[in-house]
């Protein structure tokens, strides 16, 4: 949908966001610090969990295992009955040898060596004997998240002697959402005892690329797709505005190197159990009544069918809201209500002549030209009469960038997009963190304001992200939280933990990470979430300290230092795109950091009558603010931009410090 930039950046998004509905959660702080799940309630806080680290996206119950840690410093048996998946098998193996150990694939245990540990693979009849094993087989958490889709149990134990973890799927994918979660459990080469029973919430969990602006590459694309499946998200759509084989020219084929790539994502999505979707948008010139417009949709759809692709979307967003072809014109008639019904006409047409006959192919999906508010609407009401009662709508919520989704307004939206006693199924198409709109700013702000049992009346929920895709990852680790386990969903300990993952482990590295993130908060653009909080913490204490006559904290300064060194830290991040995405907004932060350091060196010279100090230091603060405030981030249709921080605080603070201390 249409986020995209109108005007100058910043203008544009002060227009975009002040007209969006109000009520919007406050955001918290990021904070750091671990937390363990309940033993009693699902998806809890209370009590202790032995000592169980965090869990993303947190697990429906975990609990202390028994048996001690699980070492895979040395051998290490994969037991793997025939048809357990190769993925998960791939991804354990990688584990062990991370952690020092070797493995050894094999279908069962028998006569194991001395002093050797077990992992256990498996859906069905062999979860179940080795969960018996360590007589957990009529646990009844274990039994219901292994009757789910996607769900799965882990849980440690010393069978025979033998340190053992067992991962158990309801299905493939969950013994692969098992294995993400050993990830987690990790400390020391060895596996953390604990008994976890999990399962998503939500069906539809993932990322849609489906801003406007440069694309991403096709590297980005298999990096967060991987990074997508390690945080248990199962879905990727792929719907590049800027795609021309998917809008401008979509009745055009691809080429063998175009279809080499694509094949390429489609079995990185497969090897990650990610869905990949493809979304064709022939909704700019198409004619939904004529024959030839169908032909060249389904030819384009069998394409992409032939490499593996079993869900497919057709959005009808950014469009013409009005009936354009002579054709439609003479068989429909002219006005929202025809325009739906000549869509309804063809997307029924695409859903009985491809989506039907094809075995394995999920319901198709559309994003109607009329995609947000829950109220009913003349479009409204007759598309959701017309169309197939199986054809799932996208919605972007009561905006097109939506503060806040709640689960009245979902349930709304349900009824207005579908037929009297029959709710259409629906897919929150969430415009967080896209930045499309202000692309002289950045998104990382924890994901807020979206109801925690949305599970209870939605789909699935997909996340647009913004241009840069490492720089978006933080945000989808979120959504993938929120998806999977919505009621235990807490944004500060997400974002947390998010920042700390694309930071990897040292210390600061992630001080550094999390500054940066700090700059870039303001999404909301409202006094309920504001902008850089800790650095205008920062600067409220040092103007409070300073108009009183007293010695400041050192706060502020030590901040100031940190900006500073954001170019050499940051390349060091365990996801070096993160860096180089973010490469504009860093060189800007450093020099409002040098800025901001020499504006409290000029403050103190002028208290103590140093003028000639006070004066160096006025031009260095000068100096600081031009370079920071200088084009640098190139865009695909608004030229170079200015990186803003921070809301434009650092700015302020600097002006307001150039007038405390006058020149001369």
Known sequence: ????????????????????????????????????????????????????????????????????????????????????????????????????????????????????????????????????????????????????????????????????????????????????????????????????????????????????????????????????????????????????????????????????????????????????????????????????????????????????????????????????????????????????????????????????????VLPLETVPTFYNGSGSTPYKKELGRALNPGIVVQWTGEDVVSHRISQDSADTARQSYGSPGSPRDIIIWDNYPVNDFSQDHLFLAPVIGRDADLHESIRGIVTNPMIQPYLSLPAIFNYADLSWNGPAYDPAKSMNAALSLVAGPDPDTQAAVKAFADLNQDWQDDELTPSAPGLRRDVDQFWADYDAGKPGSGALKARAELLQRLPDLLPGMAQPGFAKDASAWVAAAAEYGRGVEEALGMLEAARKGDTQAAMVARRNVQSSLVAAGAKSQPTLELGVVTPVLGDSELKAFLERALQQAPAG
């Open 1 to 360: 949908m249409n986020t995209a930039p109108i005007g100058a950046g910043a203008k544009r998004r002060r227009y975009v966001l002040l007209s969006l509905a109000a009520g919007a959660l406050a955001a918290a702080l990021v904070v750091t610090g671990w937390f363990v799940v309940s033993r009693e309630r699902p998806g809890g806080r209370e009590g202790d969990a032995g000592g169980i680290p965090s869990i993303f996206p947190v697990p429906q119950h975990a609990r202390a295992g028994s048996g001690g840690p699980v070492p895979l410093l040395g051998h290490v048996y994969v037991v793997a009955p025939s048809g357990t998946d190769q993925s998960s098998i791939a991804a354990v193996q990688d584990l062990v040898a991370g952690a020092g150990g070797t493995t050894e694939i094999v279908a069962e245990l028998s006569n194991p060596r001395e002093g050797a540990s077990a992992v256990y693979l498996g859906t069905g009849a062999a979860a179940a004997s080795a969960l018996k094993s360590l007589q957990l087989d009529s646990d009844a958490e274990i039994r219901e998240a292994l009757g789910r889709p996607e769900g799965y149990a882990l849980a440690t134990g010393r069978p025979d002697g033998i340190p053992t973890a067992v991962l158990a799927g309801g299905d493939n994918d969950g013994v692969f959402h098992a294995v993400q979660t050993l990830r987690q459990l990790l400390k020391d080469g060895s596996v953390v005892a604990a008994r976890i029973s999990d399962w998503p919430l939500m069906e539809t969990r993932g990322v849609i690329e489906g801003f406007y602006g440069t694309p991403w590459s096709h590297q980005a694309r298999l990096d967060v797709i991987e990074f997508a499946g390690r945080q248990k998200m199962n879905t990727y759509i792929y719907s590049p505005k800027d795609d021309p084989l998917l809008r401008d020219k979509w009745r055009d084929l691809y080429s063998n190197q175009e279809l080499g790539e694509l094949r390429e994502l489609i079995d990185a999505a497969a090897a990650n159990h990610v869905r990949f979707s493809y979304a064709l948008s022939p909704g700019i010139d198409i004619c939904y009544s004529r024959t030839s417009d169908l032909d060249d949709a389904v030819a384009k759809l069998e394409s992409l069918y032939s490499l593996g692709v079993r869900s497919f979307v057709i959005p009808l967003d950014d469009i013409a809201t009005k009936v354009q072809c002579a054709d439609d014109l003479r068989e429909f008639g002219s006005g929202q209500v025809n325009l739906a019904k000549a869509q309804a006409s063809f997307l029924n047409d695409v859903n009985e002549r491809f989506i039907a006959g094809k075995a394995g």
